[in-house]
């Protein structure tokens, strides 16, 4: 086998068909996006841990109660038939990133996925435990003893702490809360149960711990189709090669005109705190993940040398070509396809708001009797029996009357008045009579009306009249 310049390879050469990963030591930054990160890191873990431990109405908030097949969102219940709304929200989150991608790149890779959010704790984490990216290279080169030891032991302890957490977190929406914190005390954690806290802690502490920018690289499929939705009007984190070229080192005094110098002094600070560690000075690439870390440390060398900031800004690949100012990026934002993806997402927030509002209080499903669809009963009546299944979909108990209508002298024989527990299901036999003479034999709609305080549902179904 011969090499790249020709020659032949030694026996028992090997060759590596992939580069090894080489581990990132992410330097620490300040400045406004940096802020940005953690006000976004903040607000999503307060409303993610914070939410199980709300109360409403005597039970959790928010808990999607799986052995109960109910959704319970502050003062809203949600069963298996309101479904429709998951997928409505699917298609709201979808449009959402189509809009703020097309509008200006992976703002949510770069501030609020939860790949970003729990990498950032976990750095947080490791900087306060084994000190900043060059002490904690200068550690990872030592063996591990000693005072090495002991600093991985405690920041791998307390990964595992915040990652359990986090999984118990999350099966909280599943279960309720204070039996689950009873279960765990008591050790007495069901087998599914103890496995998605598992599972989930797990993968937290793999994904934010260990695997960190190798996520985003290799395993995010938006990394891979994000590019279909950007355009050349697309903010995103450019590097300003026109005003940063011929990048070179040089002392604060110097005149860059003089030695032929642009405004880049090749600090390499942008790779240094690059999350994904890549050279935004090399273009746009798909392991950008957005973030703005790269323009905060570029706008603290510029202070220091006493250069305009935005070497490296949000941008676009106009505006750095024609030299376009703000108003002018501004001016060619509202392009056709951020006017559509626009127009879609008002369009499903707007028709979901209106469902929402007007969903009915009370679900009513008919269904027949199959033993008998039809039959004589004394008085020269005919009968079709019924069964209502009446869902009450509020948190307090419902009074309804059933009446029917859609036949001439149509009556339900029996009780019309049903209560209907909160949030619970009522299941009602109901017969239906109509004089035999009052209609010609044949299949005719009726309406069953359930009236409650101020508001009716109908529903309708067939009775049939035999020969």
């Known amino acids: 086998m011969t090499d790249r310049k020709g020659g032949v390879e030694p026996q028992g050469t090997e060759t590596a068909l992939y580069a090894s990963r080489k581990k990132l030591h992410v330097r620490s930054v300040t400045g406004r996006f940096a802020n940005w990160r953690w006000v976004f890191v903040w607000l999503t873990q307060i409303v993610f841990y914070g939410l199980p431990w709300l109360s409403w109405n005597d039970r959790q908030a928010v808990l999607f109660h799986l052995a109960e097949r109910k959704f319970y969102v502050f003062g809203a219940v949600y069963w298996p038939q309101d479904v429709v709304y998951l997928a409505i929200l699917l298609i709201i989150s979808a449009f959402a990133l189509f809009f703020f991608t097309a509008v200006a790149g992976r703002l949510w890779c770069g501030y609020t996925c939860p790949q970003t959010v729990y990498t950032e704790i976990f750095l947080w984490i490791e900087e306060k435990i084994e000190g900043d990216h060059v002490a904690r290279r200068k550690l990872e080169a030592k063996p591990l003893r000693g005072r090495k030891l002991w600093l991985r032991s405690l920041k791998f302890t307390v990964w595992g702490a915040v990652a359990l957490w986090t999984g118990i977190t999350f099966v909280a929406y599943f279960t309720p809360l204070e039996g689950l914190l009873h279960d765990i005390a008591h050790l007495q954690v069901g087998g599914w149960v103890l496995f998605w806290i598992v599972f989930y802690a797990a993968f937290t502490y793999l994904f934010a711990g260990v695997l960190r920018e190798q996520v985003c690289i290799h395993m995010c499929p938006y990394a891979r189709f994000q590019g279909v939705m950007f355009d050349s009007d697309t903010l995103v984190v450019s590097y300003d090669e026109a005003r940063g070229e011929p990048r070179g080192p040089r002392s604060k005094s110097a005149d860059r005109e003089a030695i032929g110098k642009g405004d880049c002094v090749d600090c390499n600070i942008c790779v240094q705190v690059c999350p994904t560690g890549i050279d935004i000075r090399d273009g746009l690439q798909y392991e950008c993940i957005g973030c703005g870390a790269c323009i ?19 941008s676009t690949e106009n505006a750095l070509r024609s030299r376009w100012g703000k108003r002018d990026i501004l001016a060619h934002m509202l392009r056709p396809r951020i006017l559509i993806y626009g127009v879609l997402l008002l369009v499903f927030c707007g028709a979901t708001l209106a469902a929402l509002v007007n969903r009915p209080e009370i679900r009513v499903d008919i269904l027949r009797d199959r033993t008998a669809l039809a039959r004589e009963v004394p008085g020269g009546q005919i009968e079709n029996i019924y069964r209502l299944q009446l869902l009450n979909m509020s948190e307090m108990p419902r009074e309804v009357e059933i009446q029917v209508s859609g036949v001439p ?4 024989e029996g009780p019309t008045l049903a209560l209907l527990p909160a949030s619970g299901i009522e299941s009602l036999g109901v017969n239906v009579r109509v004089p035999w003479d009052a209609v010609d034999p044949g299949t005719y709609e009726i309406v069953f009306e359930v009236q409650g305080d101020g508001y009716t549902v109908n529903e309708s179904t067939t009775f049939i009249m035999p020969q």
């Open 296 to 314: 905060d440390g570029c706008d603290e060398v510029m202070d220091r040398m006493g250069y305009e900031r935005g070497l490296i800004r949000y």
């Open 409 to 412: 002298g149509a009556v339900i």
